[in-house]
């Protein structure tokens, strides 16, 4: 006996109380809330068996990108084989193990492709849909996410159960490739079909980042004081994004009260968490802002998460606190362990070698102080940057550092161009850019005197 799900799909449940917590469990992920964990356990509790229970928890575990949770994966995959082997699973089902089974060999990209390839079948499955939509955020693929979404969005409906939640994706997708007007529109009219979508109010918050207008962002977080209350770490996340609007307007005091009172409230290590802290503490420091030693907690968590190997963004990002906190022997074991990536066929071995490496020694080098060759090695990554995974805004720090190492060597004219072409990206101008170009513009003026004949002392007769 078959149950269906809350989008009408069969499931190998025979339990309605299972059935229930399942939904709970899908909706719960939809709306990235903290009570997920919970309704698959009670849902697992009820079926044991249930083998997509089991496998897409397994994917859940993958998406955390810690090396420990890589063996639970294993475990769940384990265990989602084998109730299938005693009892026959639909297609559906089979396909979140199948793609289980191909990320732990090494190819988030292609068990992406086959879920994919299974969502247009089953069009209106939302768990699918946002399954993909999370494997192609880690895996910086923007255009993958925006296919994925339109080839299925003729099949919702505003009566479809989630059709806030599928709003709230595309409206990150179409942000993430740059339809700014589009994404905007589409992330404010999905939070009138789910107000606990915030995945799709952070997508406008994206919009209003990359187009310049961090006051009118800040006021819009400001105004949904709810919207993220119910979630797990992701909360962290969206006042990360407040705190980027406040220190786009000057405000550092503000940013660094959000830092201490709730991105870092707790002292997680969880990669996500470490990315907002490290990220919004360089671009403080850029701004001229004594952080303090609020380095050191950052760079002990990551000492001991330099050798996890799993996640370049992770990588990169515990890279930042361990040079900035001044572990030199974690920073030295996280680069080797890239390089020694750097040579493995896999997904994360092309990603190492394209951009986490030459990034990862581009960051050692501006550290170091040795600014022209931080420059090199950091523009060498720039135009395959985002296949480290996360957005646009995330991946900012890095062309902010770029930036200032171009300005630090004296590459006034490459620190421009930099600028503009970081600009025509994100759709406007921003105080940073602004900043920066003030800056460029004095050097060139400079550069120019130096270089004036009639302005040199005549030589001596």
Same mark, same amino acid.
């Given at each position: 006996m078959r149950l269906s799900d809350q989008f009408g799909y069969d499931l190998t449940l025979a339990d309605k109380d299972a059935v229930a917590a399942w939904n709970a469990t899908v909706n719960a992920f939809l709306a990235h809330g903290k009570a997920t964990p919970g309704h698959l356990e009670t849902c697992l509790s009820l079926a044991p068996d249930f083998a997509l229970g089991h496998a897409t928890r397994g994917l859940f575990c993958l998406l955390l990108g810690r090396r420990e949770l890589y063996v639970t994966a294993r475990e769940c995959l384990k265990v989602a084989r084998t109730s299938a082997q005693?009892? +026959?699973?639909?297609?559906? &089902?089979?396909?979140?193990?199948?793609?289980?089974?191909?990320?732990?060999? %090494?190819? +988030?990209?292609?068990?992406?492709?086959?879920?994919?390839?299974?969502?247009?079948?089953?069009?209106?499955?939302?768990?699918?849909?946002? !399954?993909?939509?999370?494997? =192609?955020?880690?895996?910086?693929?923007?255009? %993958?996410?925006?296919q994925s979404i339109d080839r299925v969005f003729s099949a919702y409906d505003e009566n479809h159960p989630s059709y806030g939640y599928l709003l709230g994706c595309r409206a990150f997708s179409l942000e993430e490739t740059g339809d700014y007007r589009q994404a905007e529109a589409s992330g404010r009219r999905g939070l009138e079909f789910a107000k606990d979508d915030a995945w799709g109010l952070h997508a406008v918050a994206h919009v209003h980042d990359m187009t310049g207008r961090a006051e009118e962002g800040a006021g819009w977080l400001e105004n949904h004081p709810n919207g993220w209350a119910h979630c797990n770490n992701f909360g962290y996340h969206v006042w990360w994004h407040l705190a980027?609007?406040? !220190?786009?307007? %000057?405000?550092?005091?503000?940013? !660094?009260?959000?830092?201490?009172?709730?991105? =870092?409230?707790?002292?997680?290590?969880?990669?996500?968490?470490?990315?907002?802290?490290?990220?919004?503490?360089?671009?403080? &420091? #850029? &701004?001229?802002?004594?952080?303090? +030693? *609020?380095?050191?907690?950052?760079? $002990?968590? @990551?000492?001991?998460?330099?050798?996890?190997?799993?996640?370049?963004?992770?990588?990169?990002?515990? #890279?930042?606190?361990?040079?900035?906190?001044? /572990?030199?022997?974690?920073?030295? *074991?996280? $680069?080797?362990?890239?390089?020694?990536r750097a040579q493995s066929e896999t997904d994360i071995g092309r990603v190492s070698a394209e951009a986490g490496l030459p990034t990862g020694l581009g960051l050692e080098q501006y550290r170091k102080g040795n600014y022209a060759s931080a420059f090199s090695l950091l523009t060498s990554a720039r135009d395959n940057l985002n296949i480290i995974g996360g957005s646009h805004a995330q991946r900012d720090v890095f062309e902010r550092?770029?930036?200032?190492?171009? #300005?630090?060597?004296?590459?006034?004219?490459?620190?421009?161009?930099?600028?503009? @072409? /970081?600009?025509?990206?994100r759709g406007a101008l921003d105080s940073f850019a602004e900043q920066r170009l003030e800056v460029c513009d004095k050097m060139q003026r400079a550069e120019r005197v130096m270089e004036d004949d009639s302005l040199r002392a005549a030589g001596s007769v």
């Open positions: 005693n009892t +026959p699973l639909t297609d559906r &089902e089979t396909v979140v193990l199948d793609a289980l089974d191909i990320w732990l060999q %090494g190819f +988030p990209t292609r068990a992406a492709d086959v879920l994919d390839a299974q969502l247009v079948k089953y069009a209106q499955d939302a768990l699918l849909m946002k !399954l993909i939509h999370a494997i =192609r955020f880690v895996l910086g693929d923007s255009v %993958g996410m925006r980027l609007m406040y !220190l786009s307007q %000057g405000e550092a005091d503000k940013a !660094l009260a959000l830092y201490d009172n709730d991105i =870092r409230k707790d002292k997680t290590d969880d990669y996500r968490d470490i990315s907002n802290a490290a990220s919004l503490l360089v671009r403080l &420091e #850029l &701004e001229g802002v004594n952080v303090g +030693p *609020r380095w050191d907690e950052l760079a $002990l968590l @990551s000492d001991k998460r330099a050798e996890d190997g799993c996640n370049v963004f992770a990588d990169l990002h515990y #890279l930042l606190c361990l040079l900035n906190g001044g /572990r030199r022997m974690g920073a030295d *074991r996280l $680069l080797n362990g890239l390089k020694e550092i770029t930036i200032d190492a171009a #300005l630090r060597a004296g590459f006034s004219s490459e620190a421009e161009n930099l600028i503009k @072409s /970081r600009t025509h990206k």
